[in-house]
């Protein structure tokens, strides 16, 4: 399994931005998909997830109302859409899965597979 994230960048405080994961590989496809994120110094934290069939979605509580994951029509990418980003958002995004179609949960180790990882900086 393969994930390719893009999207990252350098906003100000009250914008928009747009991530996406591309997802490659064994059935089954579409995987589960959850996007994880790290400030420096910080532990990785769980930020939104989206099971294979797009019907599910889950959220973490200090960007519910902000952010919204979904899968795009290629249903191996997922989106994560950012809006009113503030400068605690500020972190590397990573997408992961487990390798499934269902959700794997919200703790980062028991993930098999990455994508690289994407900055995102939101500026004061």
């Known amino acids: 399994v393969q994930l390719q994230a893009s999207g990252g960048g350098l906003v100000q405080t009250g914008d928009s931005l747009r991530l996406s994961c591309a997802a490659s590989?064994?059935?089954?496809?579409?995987?589960?998909m959850t996007w994880f994120r790290q400030a420096p110094g910080k532990e990785r934290e769980f930020v939104a997830g989206i099971d294979g069939s797009g019907s599910r979605t889950y959220y973490a509580d200090n960007i519910k109302g902000r952010f919204i994951i979904s899968r795009a029509n290629a249903k191996n990418t997922v989106i994560l859409q950012m809006s009113s980003l503030i400068p605690a958002d500020t972190a590397v995004y990573y997408c992961?899965?487990?390798?499934?179609?269902?959700?794997?949960?919200?703790?980062?180790?028991?993930?098999?597979?990455w994508g690289q990882g994407t900055q995102v900086t939101v500026s004061s």
């Open positions: 992961a899965t487990g390798g499934s179609a269902h959700f794997s949960g919200r703790g980062w180790r028991i993930y098999a597979y």
């Open positions: 590989g064994p059935s089954p496809n579409p995987y589960a």
